[in-house]
């Protein structure tokens, strides 16, 4: 596995991390037929939400970002993307593990949203998270948290 690390993301990520969103999503998107150039971007500057979200970065550069929004009932974890030369290596998973283990230390459900045929929806499933809705568009997923020390 390539040697990361994750940092507080600041409101000065907000751009690159707009831009990783649209290369990330934008099969699934073209897929599903949502695709739109400006949207994908807009979307994520209207809910950037800096202090609930990690940059990944891999030898000192921007390698993608994860947030963990508190909610009534749940943690969200929301606008998690790695750039796609580093998907596969592990990165994400360890991302993944390190947030659910500080969930399931605090006994925190945490639930998510993954577009309808995404292959991140496995990585998810590996990790314990179960569908609980879905939609033409979204899939929706929930994992409770893991009462193993």
Do not use: K
């Not at 994520?44 to 202090?51: I, K, Q, T």
């Amino acid at each position: 596995m390539v040697d990361w690390e994750l940092r507080p993301a600041s409101a000065a990520d907000v751009d690159a991390v707009a831009e990783l969103r649209a290369v990330v999503l934008r099969p699934d998107l073209e897929r599903l037929g949502r695709y739109d150039e400006q949207r994908v971007r807009q979307r994520l500057r209207d809910g950037f939400a800096p202090a609930h979200t990690w940059v990944i970065e891999v030898g000192g550069a921007f390698a993608g970002c994860v947030a963990l929004r508190p909610a009534e009932d749940a943690h969200w974890l929301e606008h998690f993307y790695v750039a796609p030369h580093l998907q596969g290596t592990g990165i994400g998973s360890a991302v993944l593990r390190g947030l659910l283990e500080r969930c399931d230390h605090d006994g925190t459900l945490v639930r998510l949203n993954v577009l309808q045929g995404s292959p991140a929806r496995r990585l998810y499933e590996r990790h314990g998270f179960t569908l609980e809705t879905e939609d033409p568009v979204d899939v929706f997923m929930v994992r409770r948290p893991d009462p193993r020390p």
